[in-house]
């Protein structure tokens, strides 16, 4: 209790707090809905479009013709969207569709010009006890369509894209589609698959069929998923979940393993337990990390090792992207393995120790200078039983991170200006901010924070009252900062 009541002691930090922690969402959830960038590493990126969708559901349904009623989910899905966008049954092409327990059935079903299909211009119906009850679609004006003859044979394009994306044509037969684009044109395309069976890429690609330039693909492969506690909740109690692919491309170009690795040792950090090498393996192929958390155990028993490697690689690998949109990048001395030419010093990617012997109820983070990498210990907590896991305590991880980012960001790379009091008061309270930032990130409410209860089985958490915009909850000022020699019961009022 004594190493947990200096690293968590008491009280607040409330107006810089609040207004800092809802200024902006995180980054990482900023989706755009219909455009996306796709970096393919060798310098290739492509725009990854979809037509904004409009999407209906009815309620309690709504009436068809009766002549819909036997009929076939092929004719009713075409009758029905033709019908509704007022458009010609010729422009309607049935994708698919199937029927379940007899009375609901779905119809997929795609755009046509001058005969040939839209990859991305495409409805969906529900129907249900002769009804529908729910419509969505993303159909376009063809006014601005390519012709619908190819001047570039598919032939002749297949080896350049081959070269692009790196690997071969596989025996699936090339068709001809158009393709919507964002500036309201629709291209003439040539579709056919490239794979690589070495490096596991598995492309749709789409090639201009006048111009021969690439235009876009389809990944089909998953990148990697992770059973973890989304940044966004505090602690096992709200529920783990199977996140695929949660990795921003801008951030870790080449997702969050080393080439060809399969385990919680990546660019931007390691996650182990006892020596290095002890990590955590994929589950199954993939790079799919599906590890159930037990709460009835102990955090050793079971698979609980793995899901809480699992989760402190996906918690550090989520704030090195979150936060590198905010400008913590490799030349601002950020932590990675390999820093991609893109300036700063390499070889430094976080190296965490999970369920770490050499303490217990606490957490810690050294930050030696750039190039050398930064060293976060994760205790077991032994207030309860059975025993809980830091690291499984989103918001002490996140704490322990920021430590990182706030050494590396002050004093140029050098580690050594939060060494004072009142600097390291700052350095505390900028933790805890963050850390609220992040686990509140999917709400606009201001609320009162209080960390790390979960691990203390205490309400109160660890710090001497709620962060909070009350004065009331929380009367901590500027002047409380004089009368107050530790750390965190300065980062409190910072
Ligand atoms: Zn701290």
Sequence with gaps: MVLFSRFFSSVLLAVLYASYGKAAARPGDVKFSTHHVRDLGNGVKVEVFHPPSNYKTFGEGLDVPSSFFDAPIENKTVSFVSSNLNVDSAKVSFKSGFTKDNDESFGYAEQVHDG?????????????????????????????????????DVSAVISKVEETLQGKKNDIEPT???????????ALVHVFQVQNDDTGTWYQAYIDAHSGNLLSVTDFVAEASYRVLPVFKM??????????????PSASP????????????????????????????????????????????????????DAARTNG???????????????????????????????????????????DAAGTNNADFATPPDGQSGRCRMFIFTITTPNRDGVLQNDIPLHEMTHGLTNRM???????????????????????AVAE???????????????????????????????????????????????????HDIGEVS
């Excluded at 001809?176 to 629709?186: I, K, N, R, S, V």
């Excluded at 590198?324 to 601002?332: L, M, V």
């Excluded at 999917?442 to 009350?470: A, K």
């Design 176 to 186: 001809l589609e158009y393709l919507a684009q964002p500036d309201g044109t629709a």
């Design 410 to 432: 002050t004093g140029g790379g050098t580690a050594k200006c939060l060494q004072s009091l009142e600097s390291g008061g700052m350095g505390e309270g900028w933790s805890d």
């Design 254 to 305: 080449n997702g969050w393993h080393l080439s060809k690795g399969k385990d919680t040792s990546g660019n931007n950090v390691i996650s182990f337990k006892g020596p290095q090498a002890n990590t955590t393996t994929e589950s199954s192929d993939g790079l799919i990390f599906d590890y159930t958390y037990d709460p009835s155990v102990g955090p050793t028993e079971g698979d609980n090792i």
């Design 116 to 152: 040939i299909p839209f990859v991305n211009a495409v409805a969906n119906v529900a129907f249900k006890d002769n009804k529908v009850v729910a419509f969505g679609q993303s159909f376009v004006d063809t006014s601005k369509a390519a012709d619908s003859k190819p001047s570039v």
């Design 235 to 248: 602690d096992p109690t709200e529920g783990l979940e199977l996140l695929t692919d949660p990795s921003l």
């Design 313 to 355: 690689f996906y918690v550090i690998n989520t704030h090195h992207d979150t936060l590198y949109q905010y400008g913590f990048t490799e030349s601002a001395f950020n932590f990675q393995k390999d820093n991609f030419g893109k300036g700063g010093r390499g070889n430094d990617q976080v190296l965490l120790s999970i369920q």
């Design 437 to 487: 930032w992040f686990v509140r990130s999917d709400t606009p409410e201001i609320t009162d924070f209080v960390t790390g209860t979960w691990v203390l089985n205490n309400t109160e958490g660890v710090r001497s009252r709620p962060y909070s915009t009350s004065m009331t909850t929380n009367p901590l000022k500027y002047s409380d900062v004089a009368k107050l020699d530790e750390v």
